[in-house]
């Protein structure tokens, strides 16, 4: 079985030597992304070697000499849609490593839902942005999960995704790090939503938890707190 994880720069940075034993594995391989989009792919030197040897075998392995977007349109495309469970294979792990597994998969079904239902264009989203946020003397990131820009360029909805089972346990610290991550990425334009999200399928049963803030009524999480936590439960339509 091959097995393929997708990694941001910097979660790999702090992993390196643990990303090195792995790729020694069989069949296993790191893709390491930087906002979203691949930058690099982490293979053992004997794997490397071999594909070298057999750059245009008839086993179908790939290697991209033309830069990242060459990269991108033959392999990360392919394997980042995901559309239900059944396709996905859970490897065995400790707990933490399966709840980050599930949120990659919630974020790739978002992914699918927001471009096939919602109609948002794909050059229009964005994965895996590190964000500073907080005062001057407390700086810090945080990551935004998914981001939808308008098309003059400003941020229009910023989404966190957690799973479907501790999504109520951790609605008000992820609900606080979305109000920083919009407080930090007002430029030009305010972002119009703030979005929590969830989702779960179980016997082809699909089950969301959405709570989607209007970030122009509520700028703090004090204020919209105070309001009585105001929200929809559904995901705003693309609008031209």
């Not at 990303?19 to 893709?31: C, P, S």
């Not at 991108?72 to 995901?82: D, G, R, Y």
Request: charged letters at 35%; aromatic letters at 10%; one cysteine or more.
């Amino acid at each position: 079985m091959r097995t393929k994880t997708t990694l941001s720069i910097t979660s790999a940075r702090k992993n390196i030597f643990n990303i090195a034993e792995e790729v020694q594995k069989d069949g296993t391989y790191y893709t390491l992304t930087e906002r979203g989009c691949p930058k690099m792919v982490v293979l053992s030197a004997e794997k490397f070697e071999s594909l070298l040897e057999n750059k245009n075998n008839s086993k179908g392995f790939c290697l991209s000499d033309r830069g990242e977007r060459k990269y991108a349109s033959q392999v990360f495309a392919k394997t980042l849609i995901i559309r239900d469970e059944s396709r996905v294979v859970y490897l065995s792990g400790d707990k933490q490593e399966s709840k980050e597994q599930e949120e990659n998969l919630i974020k790739a079904q978002l992914y699918v839902e927001l471009v096939e239902k919602h109609k948002y264009p794909l050059n229009l989203i964005e994965f895996g942005r590190y964000v500073k946020v907080g005062p001057k003397e407390g700086k810090h990131y945080i990551e935004a999960d998914v981001i939808v820009n308008s098309e003059k360029g400003n941020v229009k909805m910023i989404f966190e995704v957690g799973t479907f089972s501790d999504f109520e346990d951790k609605t008000d610290k992820v609900v606080c790090d979305l109000f920083e991550l919009a407080d930090s990425l007002s430029w030009i334009k305010k972002p119009e939503y703030i979005v929590y999200f969830s989702r779960t399928c179980r016997k082809s049963e699909v089950k969301e938890k959405i709570i989607t803030i209007d970030y122009a009524r509520f700028n703090t999480f004090s204020a919209w707190k105070k309001a009585g936590r105001p929200a929809e439960n559904k995901i705003p339509k693309f609008e031209n």
